[in-house]
């Protein structure tokens, strides 16, 4: 959600806010600014642009300190009022934003007697509202200020007679980039990586102040602390295509090293006194955590419960003490899953967070964390996190179980042979790619994986596509086969193919088109199929890992050939600070 970026330095500001932008443009792409104090005037010249980062290119404005940001509409549109940065009546202070403010419509109706409003934005309120409390000292201002917001924010501060940005931090997250006679700020680490590798995270309720030659941290009080100054180990490769069309498809090949990798990390301890484990993530996450279910329950045999975040931090859950709480997620950040991790601690659950991204919110806010060996993940659509999800919970289900998963380790070569069936899924992506609705079937620890099919499907291509379990089809879903909505159906030879078979044919025999995902060696398929991929044969519990990589292939290249923007999928962002 909203990528920010702040330089204060030496050099010229403006291509490294543009570079920084298009890094974090994953973030949010429906319209991005640039805000500098112009060198020659001394005042901050704005540049905005609805849709794309690319759009800012070639208008630079002189001047050595500055912010950007990319934005992903919460309130209002997007349109260049809309866009960030926004300033103040005077034209002095401009701010960056993300998160939301939940109160400002009431801060609103207080400012406006006094200051005109030029946007619909939430984050509006937050530049009056600086403005009123300026007398001098912008941090000062700045603190008064956040006394007065409710809700969530990451926020990047100048005024024009000042050389320094002021930052805060509450709910969303921003991190600060040590440079040598320069400092930045930013969403993430991923604009900064080609500056420095000297970090520091901020935590919620801090503040800091960058100035060209310091970084000065504040806690809540106002007290000058010190915090760690983190290395990060990121190489810039990760964040190029490096050759692939885009993103998504680079990252699919990545798979069958990632998986490698992760079978390499060290687990930590954790004993196995649970009486129960509650999963909770959202989207992609979720779907891994669904296979977890049936992993943990199948192998360590501990009950296990799985929900969306969205929905377990309001139903207030029964958990506690004696209870483990995994959080999944890729970012780290996402608002719901964070929230839900902190009422789980709140009622004396352990804690332990499935997390790619190092230092992320939830990374340090969970008792243990186990960092999964994806890498960035810049495609916006989820899928080489998600396969290091998936191995991570094979391996906490060995750990809690003190017994091996058979094949695992077999799994990365067998994953190889399965990217390579990307030609397969673009010679059937070709016969369907027009289609206005697809339907996925699984069962068992194949139902998420429908799921997950159908996620990547819509997300991407725009295809309303629906996962099911096969086995419910008949309850309503079957109402909707015709020979123009064709049905993806996980078939690996396993304990409910014969199950799966039989649904296959109640959907043949109504002129249902299927796509069967099936195991190498399996001819009788072919009788139920109009399609096929076979994956390499694997132990039933490891299936998931290799049939959804199919099912990756074959999203991406409809969407492809409908010529959307795989990367960057319509209204969506790739890490969900709202709720
Ligand atoms: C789908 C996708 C999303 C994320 C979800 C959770 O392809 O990427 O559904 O899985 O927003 O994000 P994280 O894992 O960052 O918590």
Redesign the pocket.
């Known amino acids: 959600m909203c990528g920010i970026i702040g330089y204060i330095g030496s050099k010229e500001a403006y291509n490294i806010l543009l570079q920084g932008l298009k890094r974090l443009e994953y973030r949010g792409y429906d319209s991005a600014g640039i805000g500098i104090t112009d060198s020659k005037t001394g005042k901050i010249v704005l540049n905005k642009a609805v849709g794309r980062v690319e759009k800012l290119k070639g208008k630079e404005i002189k001047g050595t300190i500055g912010l950007g940001h990319t934005r992903w509409a919460t309130h209002g549109k997007p349109t260049l009022e809309n866009a960030h940065p926004h300033l103040d009546c005077s034209g002095k202070i401009a701010i960056v934003h993300n998160g939301i403010i939940e109160n400002y419509l009431e801060l609103k109706d207080r400012l406006k007697k006094k200051h005109t409003f030029s946007s619909e934005t939430d984050s509006e309120v937050i530049a009056h509202l600086i403005s009123e409390n300026y007398k001098g000292d912008l941090r000062k201002a700045v603190m008064e200020s956040i006394n007065d917001l409710y809700g969530t924010y990451a926020l990047c501060i100048i005024h024009q007679d000042k050389k320094e940005i002021v930052v805060a931090r509450n709910g969303s997250p921003i991190v600060i980039g040590l440079g040598e006679k320069e400092n930045l700020v930013a969403s993430d680490v991923s604009a900064l990586v080609e500056h420095t590798k000297r970090v520091i995270y901020l935590d919620d309720l801090e503040m800091a102040v960058l100035k060209q030659d310091s970084v000065e941290i504040f806690d809540k009080d106002g007290k000058k602390i010190e915090k760690n100054i983190v290395t990060i180990d990121w190489d810039l490769t990760q964040a190029e295509k490096a050759g692939f069309k885009h993103f998504m498809v680079k990252e699919i090949h990545e798979q069958p090293d990632i998986i490698r990798n992760t079978l390499n990390l060290e687990m930590p301890k954790i004993k196995n006194d649970f009486k129960r484990i509650f999963i909770v ?5 979720w779907h891994a955590g669904l296979v977890g279910k049936y992993i943990l329950e199948k192998h360590a045999r501990i009950p296990v419960t799985v929900d969306v975040a969205s929905e377990f931090r309001y139903m207030d859950p029964i958990i506690g003490k004696g209870d483990l709480f995994i959080a ?7 608002a719901d ?1 964070l929230a839900a991790l902190r009422l789980a601690k709140k009622k004396g659950a352990k804690t332990l967070g499935i997390i790619n991204v190092m230092n992320s919110t939830i990374a340090r806010e969970c008792d243990d964390v186990i960092y999964t060996r994806a890498g960035i993940e810049i495609g ?3 899928t080489k ?1 998600y396969i290091s999800q998936l191995i991570v919970l094979y391996m906490l289900a060995e750990s809690l179980s003190g017994k091996e998963i058979n094949g695992l380790k077999d799994l990365a070569a067998k994953a190889l042979k399965t990217v390579d069936l990307k030609v397969k899924a673009q010679e059937i992506a070709k016969k369907y790619f027009r289609v206005y609705n697809f339907l996925f079937i699984g069962r068992n620890i194949n139902y998420p994986t429908a799921l997950e099919g159908a ?2 499907l819509k ?1 991407i291509s725009y295809i309303h596509a629906e996962g099911y379990s096969a086995g419910e089809m008949k309850h309503g879903p079957i109402a909707l086969v015709t020979d123009q909505v064709p049905t993806v159906a996980i078939a690996p030879k396993d304990s409910v193919y014969s199950k799966m078979v039989s649904n296959m044919q109640e959907i043949k025999a109504r002129n249902g088109r299927i796509i069967a995902i099936a195991t190498e060696g399996d001819k009788d398929i072919a009788r139920y199929a109009d399609d096929i991929i076979y994956i390499p044969k694997t132990e039933e519990i490891l299936t998931p890992v290799l049939a959804v990589i199919p099912l990756q292939l074959l999203a991406y290249s409809i969407a492809d050939m409908r010529d959307c923007d795989v990367d960057k999928p319509r209204n969506l962002a ?3 600070t709202v709720e």
Do not use: H, N, R
């Open positions: 993530a959202c989207g992609t996450a999944i997620s890729q970012s780290g950040e996402t899953t916006v659509a989820s996190a996620l990547k997300e790739k890490s969900v």
